[in-house]
């Protein structure tokens, strides 16, 4: 008994929150036993200049040099840089209304439901690097004979929406999106089976009730369907922010890994993944501080 009472007694809250960071544990281990040490090192790389010797390597302490070449010297880093950021401003946005389309659409009830979902997600995992690699190496158009345009030409585009209210930025958006339909099926994957399995955890009864107070379906889409699913939101804004930046086909990561030995160097091309590391931790920051104000989470 004096045994228990030295023990604080805790509320649900923090039973919980204590539980929460219980699941924390094997990842803050695993931290500290393998990348603890490769995270300092490499930003102590940032701030060296590497030099190979027949002993291994040696390195020389320059301070911030390694950063100011990658943003001030080097011909191609920002550009590059901006370019890899126009395109996550477009593949977000068009990646998560596709996904959430294509959950809404695979959470009706009809019949041959199974079949529809497993047909679906065939393209989603195998069949859209198919039509990644053909765009990538212009097997196509070398066929034709022409060259590369993508799906739509934003020109031709221009001329038909011209006398059109839509302004110019959003007819570009809207034909950049169709043009990288592969790519956009290609990272939609992840995110449709989040969306679907948030869809499939809303209660019936919430449905039923909103039917019996005479709400069509399309009031119930936005007064209970999308509420629920803000926090899905931002769960996927934030996985597709890092998946985008990280995957293998992006054209950032692929120059600072030509940088280490063809260019600037081992530690400029370190000093370029740190900077592209905060410039990825800034833009999580800003998404998330956005999007979070419209989160509810349901108690």
């Not at 091309?269 to 931790?281: D, E, H, I």
Request: glycine share 6%; net charge positive.
């Amino acid at each position: 008994m004096k045994a228990r009472r030295l023990l604080p007694r805790l509320s649900l809250h923090s039973q919980r929150a204590l539980m929460g960071f219980a699941f924390t544990i094997p990842f803050a281990v695993g931290f500290a036993l393998f990348l603890l040490y490769p995270f300092v090192q490499s930003v102590m790389l940032s701030l060296s200049e590497l030099s190979l010797s027949p002993d291994g390597f040696t390195t020389t302490y320059v301070g911030l040099r390694n950063y100011h070449h990658a943003l001030f010297v080097d011909p191609q880093f920002r550009r590059v840089f901006v370019e890899t950021l126009g395109g996550m401003l477009i593949d977000i946005p068009a990646i998560l209304m596709f996904s959430f389309f294509a959950a809404t659409i695979l959470n009706q009830k009809f019949r041959g439901r199974l079949l529809a979902r497993v047909v679906f997600f065939l393209p989603v995992i195998l069949g859209a690097e198919v039509f990644v690699q053909i765009d990538q190496t212009h097997y196509m158009s070398q066929a034709l004979g022409m060259a590369s345009k993508g799906i739509v030409d934003i020109e031709h585009m221009k001329v038909i929406f011209g006398n059109t209210t839509a302004t110019k930025s959003a007819v570009e958006f809207l034909m950049d999106s169709i043009n990288r339909i592969p790519q956009i099926i290609q990272a939609s994957g992840i995110q449709i089976l989040v969306f679907l399995a948030a869809l499939q955890s809303i209660p019936p009864s919430l449905y039923e009730a909103a039917d019996v107070e005479g709400a069509t379906g399309w009031e119930s889409f936005w007064k209970i369907t999308f509420p629920l699913m803000v926090p899905m939101f931002m769960v996927n804004i934030v996985y597709t922010i890092i998946d985008t930046f990280t995957s293998p086909s992006n054209r950032l990561m692929m120059y600072i890994k030509s940088s280490a030995w063809a260019r600037g160097g081992y530690g400029v091309s370190v000093a370029m993944s740190w900077f592209y590391f905060l410039a990825l931790l800034l833009i999580l920051g800003v998404a998330v501080a956005l999007v979070s104000r419209g989160v509810h989470y349901e108690s």
